[in-house]
Every structure is written in C-alpha cells, then in structure tokens.
C-alpha cells in the first residue's frame, strides 16, 4: 500500500480506525473461553454501562451494524401494514436499500421533506393523518437521526415537542443515533436528557463512527417493546456467536469516557474547520455545523481542484460537498485541507 493512501481523509468518518480504549478492550476480552452468543462477563458489564450511563433500566441489545439497529428497531415497533414517519434524508431512506422495508415485511417508510435532515411536529402530524382509508398504511412509528444526516443537532426542546406529537398520534418514536455521541457532545446533555427523558422509546447509539471497529448498540427504554428482539436478531444474522468481541468494544468507550473525548474533538474539529472556510471567498458552507460534518457549497472546478490534489468526498448527500471529521482527526491535516481548498479557490477564480 502507498503511504498516500494512508493519509487521512474526510470524506466520511467511518474512513478511521479503532481508538485505543476500544482495541485495548477487545484485547482485555481475548484470553480464554467464555461462554458464546452474549451469555458471557462482558455483555453483561457492556449492558450495565449503558444502563448507568443512561441513568435507567433499558434492555440493551449488541448488533454488528447501523443499518441492523434501525431495521430491526422499527421492525419492533411495526406490523407490516404499518407506516414509519422519515425525514427524506434519512439513513433509513437514502442508504439502507430497503432493509426497514424488508425486515418489517413491508411496513413502508413515510417521507417528509425538509432542508436539515429534522422532522418537525408538524410534518408528523400531517405525514400521519394525510390519510385515513385502508388503502394506505398506518402511521405507527417516527424515526429521527441524532445527529442528523446534514449535521444538524435536535436541542431537547425539539424532542420533546415531537415526542409529545407521538404521544399524541400514538406513534412509537426511535431515534438513529449512528452519531449520538457526536449529538450529546455539541448539546452538553446527558444521554438521558436527550432520549428517555425526552420521550425516545428505542435508540441506536452508534459504536463505529465514534471509533469502535463495527458494532452498534440497541437500547429499548420501554422495556415491553424489546419481546422477542433477540430472535429477531438471530433470524436477521446479527446474533454474534463470540459476543465478546462486539460487546467489550464498549466497556472500553464507555468507562473510559472516550465515547465522549472522541465525538468532542470530531466536533471540534469539524467547527475549527469550518471558521477556516467560512473565509474563503468562493466556498459558502451550506450547513450550521452542529456536529462533526462541514457541508459546503463551491463551483465544480473548485471541487474538482480538490478532487486533483487527493482529497475525496461525496456531493451526493444534501447537495453539497461533505466533510466528516472522525475521532482520530489529525489538525494538521486539518491545515493541510483548508490550505489546499485556499489554493482551489484562488486558482478557480482565475487569480
Ligand atoms: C453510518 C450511519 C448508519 C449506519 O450505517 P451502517 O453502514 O449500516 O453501519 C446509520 N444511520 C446514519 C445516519 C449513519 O450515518
């Protein structure tokens, strides 16, 4: 491999490697046989770190994937007749291939539009009573994407306005949270505050963009909905047989606190980032950045000078070019970016 490739980038935060905490941990667990498929002393200490750090009893549940979580999440939560309530960009909509769809048997996802990612109360309220004949599915569940898909935060006068909006609907509500971390670090709240405490029934806290190999948890603040989950996730093949290994991962990012170290310095990262490009003429950030992604907007040659001097990055999410920074983000490189995009700038605007 050449060493350009090792270089860092930013074009998404699942780019990084394992953080120590999470390594050591993995480490820590190796030795010996333990019993398999999660009846083992780390799924059990893993589990009751969530419940302490989350101030409350939930069931917690290990799973190798995002796309897992909130597939077999809502399939929980629905019957297949059912409708799940989605922002159009939703994970769950634009890169998850169907797999709510298909895990559900069915239940179809409800979009509503919206410019940051969020739903609103009132985009529910409509989603959800737009029909009622047979002939369209019934609005059963919300999901939300904490941090959102365009790196947009919801503060928790937000979710309690939408979870009261639930309630009301008799909708259950879930919330994506493949960068929760990333979520509690910009608020300042306690994972409680910005989950149960708000009215979040389920949550996937997301292990693999905060800096674990693979691996996401799920957690079901209402007990009574998480009947039968481990079944389905044996049927969905996310049952892990040497469970150990998804689930120290965690007692390392938990009881260090390196789930929060890593989501801050990303968020850092993204916001100093982002002050830089905010004063170069030509490049306009299309985003408030909330969280650790800078989305911006510049012409194509711009974006194609970047593309020449190495750097990748996607413009298919929101329509505009993204920036993710992940746990391990090197300022230097940081530097190194913003001077190159300088120089793009300068030389697209013929100077
Ligand atoms: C990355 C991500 C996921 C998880 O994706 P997987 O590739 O299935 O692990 C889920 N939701 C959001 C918003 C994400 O960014």
């Given at each position: 491999?050449?060493?350009?490739?090792?270089?860092?980038?930013?074009?998404?935060?699942?780019?990084?490697?394992?953080?120590?905490?999470?390594?050591?941990a993995m480490?820590a667990a190796?030795?010996?046989?333990v019993t398999s498929y999660g009846d083992d002393p780390w799924t059990a200490r893993a589990a009751d770190a969530f419940r302490?750090?989350?101030?409350?009893?939930?069931e917690v549940f290990f799973v190798?994937?995002?796309?897992?979580?909130?597939?077999?999440?809502?399939?929980?939560?629905?019957?297949?007749?059912?409708?799940?309530?989605?922002?159009?960009?939703?994970?769950?909509?634009?890169?998850?291939?169907?797999?709510?769809?298909?895990?559900?048997?069915?239940?179809?996802?409800?979009?509503?539009?919206?410019?940051?990612?969020?739903?609103?109360?009132?985009?529910?309220?409509?989603?959800?009573?737009?029909?009622?004949?047979?002939?369209?599915?019934?609005?059963?569940?919300?999901?939300?994407?904490?941090?959102?898909?365009?790196?947009?935060?919801?503060?928790?006068?937000?979710?309690?306005?939408?979870?009261?909006?639930?309630?009301?609907?008799?909708?259950?509500?879930?919330?994506?949270?493949?960068?929760?971390?990333?979520?509690?670090?910009?608020?300042?709240?306690?994972?409680?505050?910005?989950?149960?405490?708000?009215?979040?029934?389920?949550?996937?806290?997301?292990g693999?963009?905060?800096?674990?190999?693979?691996g996401?948890a799920v957690l079901?603040?209402?007990?009574?909905?998480?009947?039968?989950?481990d079944?389905?996730c044996?049927?969905?093949?996310q049952l892990a047989s040497k469970m150990r290994f998804l689930s120290a991962p965690w007692v390392g990012m938990l009881e260090?606190?390196?789930?929060?170290?890593?989501?801050?310095?990303?968020?850092?990262?993204?916001?100093?980032?982002?002050?830089?490009?905010?004063?170069?003429?030509?490049?306009?950030?299309?985003?408030?950045?909330?969280?650790?992604?800078?989305?911006?907007?510049?012409?194509?040659?711009?974006?194609?000078?970047?593309?020449?001097?190495?750097?990748?990055?996607?413009?298919?999410?929101?329509?505009?070019?993204?920036?993710?920074?992940?746990?391990?983000?090197?300022?230097?490189?940081?530097?190194?970016?913003?001077?190159?995009?300088?120089?793009?700038?300068?030389?697209?605007?013929?100077?």
């Amino acid at each position: 491999m050449e060493s350009q490739d090792l270089l860092q980038q930013f074009a998404s935060d699942n780019y990084a490697g394992i953080c120590p905490e999470a390594w050591e941990a993995m480490q820590a667990a190796n030795p010996g046989h333990v019993t398999s498929y999660g009846d083992d002393p780390w799924t059990a200490r893993a589990a009751d770190a969530f419940r302490e750090l989350f101030e409350t009893d939930c069931e917690v549940f290990f799973v190798f994937n995002g796309t897992a979580a909130n597939s077999l999440a809502l399939a929980s939560l629905c019957q297949s007749y059912h409708g799940v309530i989605c922002s159009e960009a939703a994970h769950v909509e634009t890169d998850e291939c169907g797999a709510p769809e298909f895990f559900s048997n069915g239940s179809k996802l409800l979009v509503a539009s919206g410019p940051d990612g969020k739903l609103t109360p009132q985009a529910i309220r409509e989603l959800a009573t737009k029909r009622q004949d047979i002939h369209y599915p019934k609005a059963r569940a919300v999901t939300i994407t904490q941090a959102t898909e365009m790196g947009r935060v919801y503060t928790p006068p937000e979710l309690h306005a939408i979870a009261e909006e639930c309630r009301a609907l008799k909708l259950s509500l879930y919330m994506d949270g493949a960068r929760f971390a990333n979520a509690c670090a910009s608020l300042g709240c306690s994972p409680a505050e910005i989950t149960w405490k708000a009215g979040v029934d389920v949550l996937g806290f997301g292990g693999t963009k905060n800096g674990m190999a693979a691996g996401e948890a799920v957690l079901f603040f209402e007990r009574k909905l998480a009947a039968d989950f481990d079944y389905r996730c044996k049927q969905a093949g996310q049952l892990a047989s040497k469970m150990r290994f998804l689930s120290a991962p965690w007692v390392g990012m938990l009881e260090s606190g390196a789930w929060l170290r890593n989501a801050r310095h990303a968020n850092e990262c993204a916001r100093y980032a982002a002050e830089r490009i905010a004063q170069i003429p030509g490049v306009r950030i299309a985003q408030p950045v909330e969280a650790n992604s800078v989305f911006l907007h510049a012409e194509a040659a711009l974006l194609d000078g970047l593309r020449q001097r190495g750097w990748h990055f996607y413009t298919f999410i929101g329509g505009a070019a993204r920036f993710m920074f992940a746990w391990d983000t090197d300022r230097e490189r940081v530097e190194i970016f913003c001077r190159d995009l300088e120089e793009c700038a300068r030389t697209a605007a013929g100077a």
